[in-house]
């Protein structure tokens, strides 16, 4: 019996997720297993810019979402 058989490579996979607000702006994410920190610290950017309209409140919505979906990748 080999027991050091290797298991077949799983596709990567990604998600995404995505804000359209009311003005227009919308903000789209796509992420995978290894780069979840660079999509919250890119949220968390996103909400710091007073150019853009993305609130506090919008920032952390979708930083718990981006934490459920990482979940799932695992």
Request: charge should be negative.
């Amino acid at each position: 019996m080999d027991f050091n058989r290797k298991q077949p490579k799983q596709p990567d996979t990604s998600c995404g997720i995505a804000l359209t607000k009311s003005d227009g702006e919308s903000y789209v994410y796509v992420f995978d297993e290894a780069t979840t920190s660079q999509t919250l610290r890119a949220i968390a950017k996103n909400a710091a810019d007073k150019e853009l309209s993305l609130t506090w409140h919008e920032a952390a919505l979708l930083s718990a979402q981006v934490r459920a979906l990482d979940q799932l990748l695992d």
